[in-house]
């Protein structure tokens, strides 16, 4: 199963549409006046106990349904870019956040001695989550390439990778 060059581009970029609720002054009164109404009936309606996640669902629900009535939805693109290094993941980006935090926190501190110590322990569980990262990614390409049936798909396997960084880094 070969892959043409429209394909793999759209495996990178996955384009999703959300409606937004996007502001506008000139209907900001009328906005106003819908959402009273609709919170007043809410309050009205309501003799049971809400949970928080109900109570936080209809509001949710109010709230868009008034920006509809009055046509201030609108419907926005977002493309969800591939990053180049596929080994980095949630885990990753949660150790680096954390990294990050400690290194203003460290600054913010005036280099405190707690502090340094803390972001050397942060810097060395992010360093190992990206080392454990990468040897699962090579697991997995060595497991494809393990199970590849003819030349053709091992050569696919082993130049995929190859590919993506030199389109990147060529641009």
Do not use: H
């Amino acid at each position: 199963m070969k892959m043409n060059d429209e394909e793999e581009e759209e495996n990178d970029e996955q384009e999703t549409e959300i409606e937004i609720l996007k502001w506008d002054e000139d209907k900001k009164l009328k906005y106003r006046e819908e959402m009273n109404n609709e919170f007043l009936a809410l309050y009205e309606n309501n003799e049971e106990e809400l949970t928080v996640n109900e109570l936080y669902e209809k509001l949710k629900n109010i709230i868009f349904s008034v920006g509809k009535k009055i046509q201030m939805m609108k419907l926005v693109k977002k493309k969800k870019i591939q990053r180049r290094n596929n080994w980095f993941n949630k885990e990753c980006a949660i150790k680096k956040r954390k990294l990050r935090k400690s290194t203003r926190t460290c600054q913010a501190k005036k280099y405190e001695e707690t502090a340094i110590r803390q972001l050397a322990q942060d810097r060395q569980s992010y360093k190992e989550e990206i080392r454990k990262a990468k040897q699962e990614l090579n697991l997995k390409i060595k497991e494809k390439i393990r199970n590849t049936k003819n030349r053709i798909q091992l050569w696919e396997t082993i130049n995929r990778p190859l590919k993506k960084c030199r389109a990147k880094t060529t641009k």
